[in-house]
């Protein structure tokens, strides 16, 4: 038997501490090896990525890092202790779940007893039919429902029939109105009474929003029903939340993490004046709040954007004199903006990482957008893997069972406190300009949005945020997927963006003439030298055109300049070839492949390598960086495919 020294054993004893410069200078080597002469700070700084909000993500993250003064404190600034700000990140790690800034969670037990609440989203006209989507998601693991009334959903008087069978007593119900918001709410709480449920037993969200109707749709709305309806609800429902704070309207007019939490403070705030207006004491205004946040595959924002929200709302009920009401009761919903029409079955992959991130961030409901969303109705096999990704989460890989898991990550809680500022900074500038219905009216908010929005377009064009199936390893040989269309969606207000819409735009070109010709336009790629020269960059060149639609063809595997015009001529191209190679090979043999594929017919000879590579022989360059969407319009009006 092995007997430990009375000190224990410690594995790291004989290991002297390395020292954050001992870890830049590994850095440097590792850098200096891949032709790069960077130093100290600029050899981190070459590891780091820069987000939206002015953030940058770091390599490496230690205490000292996150113990660092990064913003103002006091009444100005986000929830801390006096002073410091950042100090809110560093006493994180001592916080508990359920004390206010609520960084840690809302509630003290988490979500660690029942899991999150699985929220299905319904969708259809036909009250039949979504009954039958209701019955079969609540006994197949859905915890909640969440319901499209009114315009573009259920009529409103077709409520009871798709909730019969639903025990209204156990299974809570979300509604989401629009215009028609008091309608649908006074037909639910009708059908409760007429069914017999204690008020004390019914849950529910009764949505209503105006100013995020506004923002979708441009037409205002009288707040006024939305206050009487919290007033019922505070008096009759205490379960019932009357108002739901929206964020997806800013999320999906392109806003960044940063903006979506200001624009939802902004909303909630607005609310509190109105609900207190309305003769609302301060904390029966925060017990009538929702709020809804986007859950995107981006794990790590996604989680801290949960986190972020709950201690700017803490922060906020603190300035109003209720910190202790300032729990934050949120429902994520997989963000619709990353969803690809194009190999949508690369959605699950998006929407399971989102609900891990959404659930690890303490939401309290989640709801998983089925893979086909963004292609009309969901079938019966895509409802029944969203509600199925929540289950695996928590029943399987057990991800409720400890509260915040992610707390006490120096990352983490960096990334928190740098987003709960800029979030707070955009929020006090929709405050200066007269608060959010002020700011909508005015344009401020779709012109934020929409600079934002250009950014990221930008980097979607030149695939630095890359879109699995769509604009990198596309799939031209997919079946497409064909479902029922779905109701039309509210417009008039901010635009619904989509990451894949440019792409998307070129496929559809491609797709078009495909039907009308029956092929798609192709570029011949001419690889030159053994396969260890040209492999990578033809695998680079083949995605890039794919993702536009065109077919590349690559036949035979490698040609030379006694070889090329005859592969070309055979390729079947449309007037464009693409040189593929080591810029070794270049210097020997670009410019008499690009005029043998010249005499051949080609109008348009591209390189795959920066500009300037191998002198004349090419008209154009692709290369990691480009603008993949300019080059591939350009490509396909030369090749006369019509837009």
Known sequence: MTVLPDDGLSLAAEFPDATHEQWQRLVEGVLRKSGKEVSGEAAEDALSTKLEDGLTTRPLYTAPATAEDTGPGGDEGVPGSPGSAASAASSAFAAFPGFAP???GGRPEGNAATGWDVRQRLLGTDPVRVNEAVLADLENGVTSLWLTVGAGGL???????????VYLDLAPVSLDAGAEYADAARALLRLYAEREVAPSAARASLGADPLGHEARTGERLDPAEAVELARTAAADWPGVRALTADALPYHEAGGSAGQELGLSLATGVAYLRALTEGGLGIEAALGQLEFRYAATADQFLTIAKFRAARRLWAR?????????????HQHAVTSPVMMTRRDPWVNMLRTTVACMAAGVGGADSVTVLPFDHELGLPDAFARRIAR?????????????????PAGGSYYVEQLTDELAHAAWEFFQTIEKSGGLAAALRSGLVADRLAATWAERSAKLAKRREPITGVSEFPLLSEKPVVREPAPPLPTGGLPRVRRDEAYEALRARSDAHLAATGARPRIFLAALGPAAAHTARATFTSNLFQSGGVTPVHDPVSVDPQSAAAAYAASGADGMAVLCS???LYEEQAEAVSAALRAAGATTVFLAGRPG???QAADEYVFAGCDAVA????????MGVAS
Do not use: M
């Open 102 to 104: 609520f960084v840690r």
């Open 155 to 165: 009529p409103v008087d077709a409520l009871p029939r798709a909730l019969a069978g």
């Open 316 to 328: 906020v009920a603190e300035a109003c004199g209720a910190t202790e009401a300032g729990a934050q």
């Open 388 to 404: 199925n990704t929540s289950t695996i989460l928590l029943e399987e890989s057990h991800l409720a069972r400890v509260i915040d």
């Open 582 to 584: 080591s810029d070794a």
């Open 613 to 615: 590579t191998a002198g």
């Open 631 to 638: 080059v591939l319009s350009s490509v396909l009006d030369r």
